[in-house]
Nanobody
Framework: VQLQASGGGLVQAGGSLRLSCAASGINFMAYVMGWYRQAPGKQRELVATVISSSSTNYADSVKGRFTISRDNAKNTLYLQMNSLEPEDTAVYYC???????????WGLGTLVTVSS
């Protein structure tokens, strides 16, 4: 199983980035997909999850700024991040959580740095 995250980088406050997570080795549609992040010295926290386009969940801190989506045909998860703030600086991790079984996978993460 591989969850390959990409798209991180350095951006100024107010800018945008789009993260992608390419999944392989799993039945993509059988998983709730999500993004989590971990800032230096802090615990990993939920950013957003998606089951379908009509079933998404966001942390309060990113609502209205971030949009999570998935392309089941491409086995790919996305996170569009707009109006980025320095507080969004973190390593962003892709997560796959099986809908029924207690099985979950993590990607290696991609670093997002927002400068003020």
């Amino acid at each position: 199983v591989q969850l390959q995250a990409s798209g991180g980088g350095l951006v100024q406050a107010g800018g945008s980035l789009r993260l992608s997570c390419a999944a392989s080795g799993i039945n993509f549609m059988a998983y709730v997909m999500g993004w989590y992040r971990q800032a230096p010295g802090k615990q990993r926290e939920l950013v957003a999850t998606v089951i379908s386009s009509s079933s998404t969940n966001y942390a309060d801190s990113v609502k209205g700024r971030f949009t999570i989506s998935r392309d089941n045909a491409k086995n790919t998860l996305y996170l569009q991040m707009n109006s980025l703030e320095p507080e969004d600086t973190a390593v962003y991790y892709c997560n796959a959580n099986h809908i029924i079984r207690r099985v979950a996978y993590w990607g290696l993460g991609t670093l997002v740095t927002v400068s003020s």
